[in-house]
């Protein structure tokens, strides 16, 4: 007869051992989708006009949203395509009067700017050995912005308007969590900073005319919460 304590020892590694699900590089195609907070910084501008003849308009927190396809090579480079979407409701809208008259102050000021284009990233994961992968990544690519912000200035009524579009660039830092029962599925979590370049959009004076104006370069900053799904990914082995 065997002794106790090898008959222990095998009982013990006869028994099937639960392991974490382990973090695999990405290899061939994914894909990804993404939402949550999108804070956007003031944006400043000029017209093309008497008075006023710059704005400065301030928003509130908003939403915004990601899909993505894209490749993993394996070796912790990911290249991918992104459609994005992000909306901002304005809540004041200020600015300098020209020859030195002071600042004016709109009252009554609503509507919304809207962001939404495409872009091209460039990725790395980060292989630490441990259930979570963090990654950072960069982007370029061409954005659409949308006006439709309203306010009052004394007797006049005023409207910034229009879609304009340019070049857009943005940085990444997140991090996959992969769920262990769906080999190829990872949950997200991503900062996201987002700049455009000066774009023409729409001043309306109500009663008097429409006129040029350009809003400078845009800075956004997102928060979001998603997943990602590597096609063809197998399931880690369960360690004995």
């Known amino acids: ?26 290899e061939g195609l994914y894909v990804g ?3 949550g907070l999108n804070l956007r910084q003031n944006d400043t501008g000029r017209a093309a006009f008497s008075i006023p ?3 400065d308009i301030r928003f509130d927190p ?22 994005s979407y992000r909306q901002n409701t304005a809540n004041r809208w200020t600015g300098n009067q020209p ?11 609503g509507g919304r700017a809207e962001t939404y284009g495409l872009m091209l990233n460039l990725l790395y994961d980060f292989d630490l050995g441990i ?10 690519g061409w954005m659409w912005n949308s006006y439709s912000i309203r306010g009052q200035f004394d007797i006049y009524s005023e409207r910034l308007g229009g879609t304009g579009n340019n070049f857009a660039y943005q940085a990444i830092v997140g991090a996959a969590l992969p769920i262990a ?9 991503e900062y996201r900073f987002l700049g455009t370049l000066e774009m023409d959009h729409r001043w309306t004076e109500v009663g008097f005319g429409t006129f040029r104006a350009r809003t400078d370069s845009t800075m956004q900053h997102s928060l979001f919460l998603g997943v990602r799904y590597a096609f063809g990914t197998e399931a880690a082995p369960v360690p004995v």
């Open 181 to 189: 029962d769906v080999p190829g599925l990872s949950l997200t979590a």
């Open 1 to 26: 007869m065997r002794p106790l304590s090898l008959q222990i020892a095998a009982a013990v590694l006869a028994l099937p051992l639960a392991a974490p699900a382990m973090a695999q590089p990405v």
């Open 131 to 140: 259930g979570v992968t963090p990654y950072v990544g960069g982007g370029v």
């Open 62 to 83: 908003g939403f915004g949203g990601v899909i993505s396809l894209g490749w993993g090579f394996g070796n912790g480079l990911r290249l991918e395509g992104e459609g």
């Open 99 to 109: 020859g030195g008259a002071g600042r004016y102050t709109l009252s009554g000021v």
């Open 33 to 35: 989708a993404g939402a």
């Open 53 to 55: 003849t710059s704005y």
